[in-house]
């Protein structure tokens, strides 16, 4: 057998790549992660309780989460989506419509389609800096909040903004609307320094996927559940359905390690190194586009895409998060004393980076689109594979996703049109990585 995994691994390490990008552990540098072994990889044998009937030191390791006396945690090791499926599976029998973000994390259409049910999909504010979605516009959502059962939002987007969540949070109070708030990208909300939790203003359901910014392994993610949430003891019973019957001791002790690191962390040394990190990047002509978290940095840079960009930090082996038409997104590590982050070796890399000088932005011909405001779930049975360019006017047959961020920008079930074609083009012409598209093909509905 080749071990085509095993043989990538081994080269990419060989080069001592860089982390700016998730999970929080930044290659195992970052965090407590080193007081666990492989050893602890076992099943339920006496003593070690069960994560699906949790009454003993799995019960106790849960109730130490206490970011918020209104809230009990729940791990999660099949991640943040398993979360987000049991909360929506959870109402799929109260009266009412569900209410997303547009900018929803595509496990959230998943479950849509499990419930077989439709949703109204909010209207959003743009973000002038990053051109992404921020948050649902405040005029009309009373309007589109009414008959709700659930409201789905995103906070903080993928590139590290807020928006007024505890104004928005306001309007559901009137309709009494139910909240599941997926702040996968918040677990070190809180901290000094850092922006406010959900948790701290009254949602029902809030995700947050420890292993994204703090040093827990990849998977492990914790729901915090309202002691009077609606519906609660639906979704605990729906976090077994969704959840592996042999849930990883790995991903629970790590999730243990994180938060413990959580408890103690002192965010002074990050702002340092931070500040440190800018000053780098500003000395080779990039500029940084600040957002609300300081754990985001946007990079731009005069005259270069945002793909550019990527391929020169990968030139000297720092892996950022993502690179869309703009910017290159770093994640950075939580920087604390005795870490084992190559910190300086970062910078000297940074530093060795040859950026020309352009004289003018890129000026991006990036076609429209605008999804309606309601997602139907469909069952498509039937399918093919055409070229993009063959398929205006056919029934889209599966979700068109950029990855990461993981948001579904063309839904199935759509009439595709021309602007989407084009906008499909544009992804493969400029080699973004969309999920639903393979070598210039789609799927479609086959009649």
Same mark, same amino acid.
């Given at each position: 057998m080749s071990l085509p995994l095993n043989k990538k691994f081994d080269e990419l390490l060989k080069r001592k790549p860089i982390s700016m990008h998730v999970p929080g552990h930044k290659n195992m540098t970052i965090g407590y992660l080193n007081k666990m072994n492989f050893e602890m990889d076992m099943t339920e044998i006496t003593g070690l309780d069960d994560l699906h009937h949790a009454e003993d030191v799995i019960a106790q390791s849960m109730s130490n989460v206490k970011k918020h006396p209104d809230y009990d945690a729940y791990y999660l090791v099949n991640g943040t989506t398993s979360g987000i499926l049991s909360v929506i599976q959870g109402f799929s029998n109260v009266q009412g419509e569900y209410v997303i973000a547009r900018n929803a994390h595509k496990s959230v259409f998943h479950a849509l389609d499990l419930v077989h049910t439709s949703c109204r999909l909010l209207g959003m504010d743009m973000s002038i800096k990053t051109k992404q979605y921020l948050g649902p516009s405040l005029n009309g959502l009373l309007q589109q909040l009414k008959d709700s059962k659930l409201l789905v939002l995103t906070y903080p987007n993928y590139y590290g903004e807020c928006f007024d969540i505890e104004e928005t949070l306001k309007y559901t109070k009137i309709h009494q609307t139910p909240t599941l708030i997926d702040e996968a990208h918040g677990a070190h909300f809180d901290l000094a320094g850092f922006p406010k939790s959900s948790l701290s203003m009254g949602a029902d359901y809030v995700v947050q996927s420890y292993h994204k910014?703090?040093?827990?392994?990849?998977?492990?993610?914790?729901?915090?559940? @309202?002691?009077? %949430?609606?519906?609660? +003891?639906? $979704? &605990?019973?729906?976090?077994?359905?969704?959840? /592996? /019957?042999?849930?990883?001791?790995?991903?629970?002790?790590? #999730?243990?390690?994180? @938060?413990?690191?959580?408890?103690?962390?002192?965010?002074? &040394?990050?702002?340092?190194?931070?500040?440190?990190?800018? *000053?780098?990047?500003?000395?080779? =002509?990039?500029?940084?586009?600040? $957002?609300?978290?300081?754990?985001? &940095?946007?990079?731009?840079?005069? =005259?270069?895409? =945002?793909?550019?960009?990527?391929? &020169?930090?990968?030139?000297?082996?720092?892996?950022?998060?993502? %690179?869309? +038409?703009?910017?290159?997104?770093?994640?950075?590590? #939580?920087? @604390?004393?005795?870490?084992?982050?190559?910190? *300086?070796?970062?910078?000297?890399?940074?530093?060795?980076?040859?950026? +020309?000088?352009?004289?003018?932005?890129?000026?991006?011909?990036?076609?429209?689109?605008?999804?309606?405001?309601?997602?139907?779930?469909?069952?498509?049975?039937? $399918?093919? /594979?055409?070229?993009?360019?063959?398929? +205006?006017? *056919?029934?889209? %047959?599966?979700?068109?996703?950029?990855?990461?961020? =993981?948001?579904?920008?063309?839904?199935?079930?759509?009439?595709?049109?021309?602007?989407?074609?084009?906008?499909?083009?544009?992804?493969?012409?400029? @080699?973004i990585r969309v999920e639903g598209i393979k070598k210039h093909k789609i799927e479609i509905k086959d009649e």
């Open positions: 910014t703090l040093p827990s392994l990849t998977m492990s993610s914790i729901i915090f559940i @309202h002691k009077n %949430a609606p519906q609660r +003891e639906k $979704v &605990l019973k729906y976090l077994a359905y969704f959840q /592996s /019957s042999s849930p990883s001791y790995l991903l629970m002790n790590s #999730l243990e390690l994180a @938060h413990d690191f959580y408890e103690k962390y002192d965010s002074n &040394l990050f702002f340092e190194k931070r500040r440190k990190c800018i *000053q780098a990047i500003e000395s080779i =002509g990039m500029r940084i586009v600040e $957002v609300n978290d300081p754990l985001k &940095l946007n990079i731009q840079c005069t =005259g270069y895409s =945002g793909i550019e960009l990527q391929q &020169l930090f990968e030139n000297k082996d720092i892996y950022v998060e993502l %690179a869309d +038409e703009y910017q290159v997104l770093f994640v950075l590590p #939580l920087w @604390h004393k005795g870490d084992y982050y190559p910190f *300086q070796e970062l910078i000297d890399r940074i530093k060795q980076i040859e950026v +020309e000088k352009r004289s003018n932005n890129i000026d991006y011909k990036i076609p429209d689109y605008e999804l309606c405001g309601l997602y139907q779930p469909v069952e498509i049975s039937k $399918v093919k /594979s055409i070229d993009i360019n063959e398929a +205006e006017n *056919q029934i889209l %047959a599966v979700n068109i996703v950029p990855y990461p961020p =993981g948001i579904p920008i063309m839904l199935k079930g759509e009439l595709i049109t021309k602007n989407m074609i084009k906008l499909m083009n544009y992804w493969c012409e400029q @080699h």
